[in-house]
């Protein structure tokens, strides 16, 4: 069974920075591109950052571009997303998610709990 | 990017009958790159179908999925009342987005 297990949410003030962690299980971690997807409180869903494999290919959505950077440890089957110069509109439930594929242009199979995120002084 | 809208932005239905939920793209979605999601309230979303009309593992063969041109459509044949939730459309093209999503009502 996958399981993706999101960590390192929680309170934060604008302009500090968070880390988010994904550790994942139940799959060839390695085998497959990993994504970050975030839903503010009663919104939809938006793509945050995703990296492919072996991390040659990265992609960021232009309101986290230059302050947002994703990256793996494929040894520690962990997904990483490290959040700076934070802002209230970043606010949201961040969930780690499978791509279905190794390649980074694909959906998402299986998704975390999701870690909230709250950017407030 | 790539611009998704979805309508109705809320359905509401009877048990049994068949909801229609449409996704229109901006622009031609290559390789029919498009997926469907489905979120009920508290839970993170779960795939429904990929490819545009290809049901992932484990979803009951009532939901189906097709494209014509640039507008994308989820079928769910025959409603039962596990079905409330609301679903998402995403392309996967190029840099993904999402619809803004529909929400499913059961009467």
């Known amino acids: 069974e996958v399981q993706l297990v999101e960590s390192g949410g929680g309170l934060v003030q604008p302009g500090r920075s968070l880390r988010l962690s994904c550790t994942a299980s139940g799959f060839i971690f390695d085998d497959y591109a990993m994504h970050w997807v975030r839903q503010a409180p009663g919104k939809g869903l938006e793509w945050v950052s995703g990296i492919n494999w072996n991390s040659g290919g990265t992609g960021y959505a232009d309101s986290v571009k230059g302050r947002f950077t994703i990256s793996r440890d494929n040894a520690k089957s962990s997904l990483y997303l490290q959040m700076n110069s934070l802002r209230g509109d970043d606010t949201a439930s961040y969930y780690c998610?499978?791509?279905?594929?190794?390649?980074?242009?694909?959906?998402?199979?299986?998704w975390g709990q999701g870690a909230l995120v709250t950017v407030s002084s | 990017e790539i611009v998704l809208t979805q309508s109705p932005a809320t359905l509401s239905l009877s048990p049994g009958e068949r909801a229609t939920l449409s996704c229109g793209a901006s622009?031609?979605?290559?390789?029919?790159?498009l997926a469907w999601y489905q979120q009920k309230p508290g839970l993170a979303p779960r795939l429904l179908i990929y490819?545009?009309?290809s049901r992932a593992t484990g979803i009951p063969d009532r939901f189906s999925g097709s494209r014509s041109g640039t507008d994308f459509t989820l079928t769910i044949s025959r409603l039962e009342p596990e079905d409330s939730a609301v679903y998402f459309c995403?392309?996967?093209?190029?840099?993904?987005?999402f619809g803004g999503g529909t929400k499913v009502e059961i009467k």
């Open positions: 622009q031609r979605v290559s390789y029919n790159s």
């Open positions: 490819d545009a009309s």
């Open positions: 998610v499978k791509g279905k594929t190794s390649g980074y242009h694909n959906c998402f199979d299986n």
């Open positions: 995403q392309q996967y093209a190029n840099s993904p987005t």
